[in-house]
């Protein structure tokens, strides 16, 4: 046998030890998140990029790129309001301008009616994506401007029909550190919500 072919035979095993291992200490570090978290179980999603972030432009997408997520944040805010809702800072059924005087729909009866809970469940009374040329696709409105949009004429009566909106979850969204009653974040979870002057930045 030729020494070199003898000497790869001989090596390939050391070499293959040697392969860096990106996810070792991985499960030692689940087990303390679920220890530290007092959870039952989890499941770990490991991600790897593909491609780039922009089309024409060379930086790779990887671990840290930011994708958007769509509605997911729709669940994100419903949590943080729910919070508050717990810590008894606001109630569900509470009018929405008891927390946001400023707020205002088409109809007056409605803006001193509606609640919190129509802002979620999609039952204010505007049409299916009413509104959703304001921010979808990107637009130059701030989140205010939006809000200010909301006064349009509604499609139904409110509570009558579901209609998927997602103009009043940037509302919802929107909420005031004056709801918290309080002038640091909740200390459960940071839920004390306000309403940023400009839009998000467009995701990659």
């Known amino acids: 046998m030729p020494p ?9 095993p050391a ?27 989890m499941a770990v999603a490991v991600v790897k990029g593909y491609g780039v972030r922009r089309v024409g432009q ?3 997408v990887d671990a840290d790129t930011l994708f958007g997520i769509a509605s997911n944040t729709k669940a994100f805010t419903c ?11 606001l109630d569900w059924d509470d009018p929405v301008t008891k927390h946001l005087p400023e707020f205002q729909m088409y109809d007056p009866w409605v803006t001193r ?37 909301i006064r349009l004429k509604p499609v139904s009566s409110m509570r009558s029909r579901y209609a998927y909106s997602n103009v009043m979850y940037v509302r919802a969204a929107c909420w005031p550190t004056s709801s918290t009653g309080s002038t640091t974040p909740s200390s459960r979870a940071g839920a004390r919500r306000s309403c940023p ?4 930045p467009t995701p990659t």
């Open 58 to 60: 060379p930086a790779a």
């Open 15 to 41: 070499l293959a030890k040697e392969k860096p291992r990106p996810l070792a200490g991985l499960d030692a570090q689940v087990a303390r998140a679920m220890e530290v978290f007092a959870v039952p179980g």
């Open 113 to 149: 009616e509606v609640t919190l809970r129509e802002l979620v469940t999609h039952r204010a009374g505007l049409g299916l994506g009413q509104g959703d040329l304001m921010w979808w696709p990107a637009t130059e409105f701030t989140r205010r401007e939006i809000v200010r949009g």
């Open 4 to 12: 070199l072919i003898a000497t790869l035979l001989l090596t390939a």
């Open 79 to 89: 949590a943080a309001l729910s919070i508050l809702a717990e810590d008894g800072r």
């Open 197 to 200: 002057t400009r839009s998000p």
